[in-house]
């Protein structure tokens, strides 16, 4: 008899309970199902990494790839948008430009001396017309934004102002960041473009024609980056010595005040103090008591050199009187520091901008010329007066130029009082000394010719020729005159050329007119002086100086205009000037306009061929193998298939599952 009882099962499987084989099965069965989706996914999407916890690496190499994706996009659509601004610009100019053909061939039909009074005052009516629409073209806005008026693009940058044209705007440049760390000037300024400032009214002395050097006292509050002439200091640690010694950092300190407060924090180790001296244009260092000073560098450094109180290891008998640290002018610098600290007189000056037929006029008194006012505050009060002109800081520092703004006025600037000085003080008052050749005469300028343009006949009978393109201002004139040897000259303060004969001889003294050239008469000096014992004199006819104009196109159809409207030959001619330098500077900036598109392109090509390659290493790693994936899914599908067949075999209900 056999007796039934639990079959032998070898498999460990085979003791599993019904439960655990179905878990089993069925997680398997799961995980093929997601592997299946997963691969649907990749194949709907083409991405390969469809969260970062697929590949952790591929998926942070993806992040910074598109990065810089996202970088380059930008600088692309920072190029396009410039690339607009700069073509719109070219536009501009280029309409500009054959106003000024039209212009001139009005000049030509009417300079002719045959031209009617009336003819010339239609021909006027037709220049301004073309004045209205070079104003127009200058005033082209781009993506809401006036090309031509620096950083103050909201608002029109030029404006119809007593028969001229002023500018309202800046002249600032306007930067594009179009790749990692570039950034290329993206516009053309309407300086450059169309001659919208005036040659500056440079802060000149008035003595020697040089640049002025208003030479601000040292202060407590003088920035450590305005001194030794704007070149600053090296700032480290100095080692000084009196009674003892202390190693000092300074690199912290941003002003002079710092420097001192910083030395005499160690007064107690080294009897030293520290203030400044009594020039004001430097540091004085005292030792308690006398002794020897010993001001020295530390670790190779400059700092005590470029402060003006190095000693060396010898020292200095205290106290120490330091070298003058030169600090330049700047926007926070008061009047009362001036020339040393003893400032400039308070009377004031006169800024006139005059057009034809108005006269733009401000007086800053005593008032705004104030021991305690700022330059920043002269600045804005000059700027802010009405009369279109622009005051900054020249580019050494050391004094103020003044520009005009308007266009079809002179500038100039006086004294506001019969005795004052302060225009003087500032190197700004309009004398004839300072005068470009140029703006003598009404306007009308001095002749010229290749060449010599005047002789100077002496009494020896020896000619002295003259090149007047050889200046630039009168004073250069009568440098070259005063510059023979038996020759002087000299700017009379009424406004005339006297020049004096020392020579031997029987002749007169003759200044004649040479080589077809008008500009001795032009200078008031042509004419002669009869033979007489000793030296001889020669006075010239007095000059007039109208001050300083802006020399673009708004002045050149201005000139013309007015010239047209007074049946003036002369000022007609002299258009012709005008309008030369007109179209030189819009051929200039139309040129550079040019280059800096050239440039955007250049950049742009490397953008897209950075981008494109970005984009190749980004997909080689993100995007999907089709084909492979394609594989995948039909083996997993496979693999489904035979999983659910062996489940429906393997989890089969018997008799047994209920024992």
């Given at each position: 008899m056999v007796s039934i009882g639990t079959p032998f099962v070898s498999s460990t499987f085979s003791r599993a309970t019904t439960n655990l084989s179905r878990n089993v099965i069925l997680a398997n069965l799961r995980r093929t199902q997601e592997e299946i989706l997963r691969s649907q996914e990749q194949l709907s999407t083409g991405l390969r990494i469809l969260k970062p916890s697929d590949d952790p690496i591929g998926a942070n190499r993806i992040a910074d790839f598109q990065i810089r994706i996202d970088k380059s996009d930008q600088f692309l659509r920072n190029i396009e948008s410039a690339t607009g601004r700069l073509n719109i610009s070219d536009s501009?100019?280029?309409?500009?430009?054959?106003?000024?053909?039209?212009?001139?061939?009005?000049?030509?039909?009417?300079?002719?001396?045959?031209?009617?009074?009336?003819?010339?005052?239609?021909?006027?009516?037709e220049v301004e017309q073309l004045l209205q629409q070079a104003v127009s073209m200058a005033n082209t806005s781009f993506d809401g934004r006036y090309i031509f008026a620096g950083r103050k693009s909201e608002n029109p940058p030029l404006v119809f102002a007593g028969?001229?044209?002023?500018?309202?705007?800046?002249?600032?440049?306007?930067?594009?960041?179009?790749?990692?760390?570039?950034?290329?000037?993206?516009?053309?300024?309407?300086?450059?473009?169309?001659?919208?400032?005036?040659?500056e009214i440079l802060g000149l002395d008035l003595g020697t024609l040089q640049t002025i050097d208003l030479n601000p006292a040292v202060r407590t509050y003088t920035k450590v980056s305005t001194l030794r002439e704007g070149q600053g200091v090296s700032l480290g640690s100095v080692s000084i010595t009196g009674s003892g010694t202390a190693v000092i950092d300074l690199s912290i300190a941003d002003n002079v005040g710092d420097i001192i407060d910083l030395i005499n924090g160690e007064t107690a180790t080294t009897g030293i103090t520290a203030s400044i001296n009594a020039a004001d244009n430097g540091f004085l260092l005292t030792r308690s008591g006398g002794g020897t000073i010993v001001v020295d560098e530390?670790?190779?450094?400059?700092?005590?050199?470029?402060?003006?109180?190095?000693?060396?290891?010898?020292?200095?008998?205290?106290?120490?009187?330091?070298?003058?640290?030169?600090?330049?002018?700047?926007?926070?610098?008061?009047?009362?520091?001036?020339?040393?600290?003893?400032?400039?007189?308070?009377?004031?000056?006169?800024?006139?901008?005059?057009?034809?037929?108005?006269?733009?006029?401000?007086?800053?008194?005593?008032?705004?010329?104030?021991?305690?006012?700022?330059?920043?505050?002269?600045?804005?009060?000059?700027?802010?007066?009405?009369?279109?002109?622009?005051?900054?800081?020249?580019?050494?520092?050391?004094?103020?130029?003044?520009?005009?703004?308007?266009?079809?006025?002179?500038?100039?600037?006086?004294e506001a009082t019969g005795s004052g000085t302060t225009a003087s003080e500032l190197g700004l008052l309009s004398t004839l000394g300072r005068a470009k050749l140029s703006d003598l005469n009404s306007g009308n300028g001095v002749d010229s010719v290749d060449g010599a343009d005047f002789r100077i006949v002496r009494k020896d009978g020896t000619a002295v020729y003259i090149d007047v393109d050889n200046a630039e201002r009168l004073q250069d004139v009568v440098d070259a005159i005063d510059s023979d040897t038996l020759l002087s000259a000299v700017l009379m303060p009424s406004g005339y050329i006297q020049i004096t004969d020392t020579s031997s001889g029987t002749g007169d003294l003759r200044v004649e007119n040479f080589n077809g050239s008008f500009?001795?008469?032009?200078?008031?000096?042509?004419?002669?002086?009869?033979?007489?014992?000793?030296?001889?004199?020669?006075?010239?006819?007095?000059?007039?100086?109208?001050?300083?104009?802006?020399?673009?196109?708004?002045?050149?159809?201005?000139?013309?205009?007015?010239?047209?409207?007074?049946?003036?030959?002369?000022?007609?001619?002299?258009?012709?000037?005008?309008?030369?330098?007109?179209?030189s500077k819009i051929l200039g900036a139309r040129s550079s306009n040019g280059a800096r598109l050239?440039?955007?392109?250049?950049?742009?090509?490397?953008?897209?061929?950075?981008?494109?390659?970005?984009s190749k290493l980004m997909s080689d790693i993100r995007d999907v193998d089709f084909a492979e994936a394609a594989t995948r899914m039909q083996l997993q599908m496979n693999i489904l298939?035979?999983?659910?067949?062996?489940?429906?075999?393997?989890?089969?209900?018997?008799?047994?599952?209920?024992?």
């Amino acid at each position: 008899m056999v007796s039934i009882g639990t079959p032998f099962v070898s498999s460990t499987f085979s003791r599993a309970t019904t439960n655990l084989s179905r878990n089993v099965i069925l997680a398997n069965l799961r995980r093929t199902q997601e592997e299946i989706l997963r691969s649907q996914e990749q194949l709907s999407t083409g991405l390969r990494i469809l969260k970062p916890s697929d590949d952790p690496i591929g998926a942070n190499r993806i992040a910074d790839f598109q990065i810089r994706i996202d970088k380059s996009d930008q600088f692309l659509r920072n190029i396009e948008s410039a690339t607009g601004r700069l073509n719109i610009s070219d536009s501009s100019m280029d309409g500009v430009n054959e106003l000024v053909n039209k212009a001139r061939t009005i000049l030509l039909e009417h300079v002719q001396s045959t031209s009617s009074a009336d003819s010339r005052r239609f021909a006027a009516q037709e220049v301004e017309q073309l004045l209205q629409q070079a104003v127009s073209m200058a005033n082209t806005s781009f993506d809401g934004r006036y090309i031509f008026a620096g950083r103050k693009s909201e608002n029109p940058p030029l404006v119809f102002a007593g028969g001229g044209v002023a500018y309202v705007g800046d002249n600032n440049g306007f930067n594009t960041n179009v790749s990692e760390g570039l950034s290329l000037a993206t516009n053309v300024s309407a300086d450059e473009a169309f001659g919208v400032f005036s040659d500056e009214i440079l802060g000149l002395d008035l003595g020697t024609l040089q640049t002025i050097d208003l030479n601000p006292a040292v202060r407590t509050y003088t920035k450590v980056s305005t001194l030794r002439e704007g070149q600053g200091v090296s700032l480290g640690s100095v080692s000084i010595t009196g009674s003892g010694t202390a190693v000092i950092d300074l690199s912290i300190a941003d002003n002079v005040g710092d420097i001192i407060d910083l030395i005499n924090g160690e007064t107690a180790t080294t009897g030293i103090t520290a203030s400044i001296n009594a020039a004001d244009n430097g540091f004085l260092l005292t030792r308690s008591g006398g002794g020897t000073i010993v001001v020295d560098e530390v670790s190779g450094g400059t700092t005590a050199s470029n402060l003006g109180i190095y000693t060396g290891s010898g020292g200095s008998v205290s106290p120490l009187t330091g070298s003058d640290l030169n600090p330049t002018v700047t926007k926070a610098t008061q009047l009362g520091d001036l020339y040393g600290g003893a400032g400039i007189t308070s009377s004031g000056i006169t800024i006139t901008n005059a057009t034809a037929t108005a006269t733009f006029t401000t007086t800053l008194d005593s008032t705004i010329f104030t021991p305690t006012t700022t330059v920043e505050q002269l600045l804005n009060a000059i700027n802010g007066a009405n009369v279109y002109a622009d005051a900054r800081i020249n580019e050494d520092g050391t004094g103020i130029d003044v520009f005009s703004r308007l266009s079809g006025g002179r500038l100039t600037i006086s004294e506001a009082t019969g005795s004052g000085t302060t225009a003087s003080e500032l190197g700004l008052l309009s004398t004839l000394g300072r005068a470009k050749l140029s703006d003598l005469n009404s306007g009308n300028g001095v002749d010229s010719v290749d060449g010599a343009d005047f002789r100077i006949v002496r009494k020896d009978g020896t000619a002295v020729y003259i090149d007047v393109d050889n200046a630039e201002r009168l004073q250069d004139v009568v440098d070259a005159i005063d510059s023979d040897t038996l020759l002087s000259a000299v700017l009379m303060p009424s406004g005339y050329i006297q020049i004096t004969d020392t020579s031997s001889g029987t002749g007169d003294l003759r200044v004649e007119n040479f080589n077809g050239s008008f500009a001795a008469t032009n200078l008031g000096i042509e004419g002669s002086t009869s033979n007489a014992p000793g030296p001889i004199t020669f006075s010239g006819t007095s000059l007039t100086f109208v001050g300083v104009q802006v020399e673009g196109i708004f002045t050149a159809l201005i000139n013309l205009r007015d010239g047209l409207l007074s049946n003036d030959t002369n000022k007609i001619t002299r258009s012709q000037r005008l309008f030369d330098i007109a179209q030189s500077k819009i051929l200039g900036a139309r040129s550079s306009n040019g280059a800096r598109l050239a440039g955007l392109e250049l950049t742009k090509n490397r953008l897209d061929s950075q981008k494109l390659e970005l984009s190749k290493l980004m997909s080689d790693i993100r995007d999907v193998d089709f084909a492979e994936a394609a594989t995948r899914m039909q083996l997993q599908m496979n693999i489904l298939q035979a999983g659910l067949a062996t489940a429906a075999r393997i989890l089969q209900t018997s008799i047994l599952d209920y024992l």
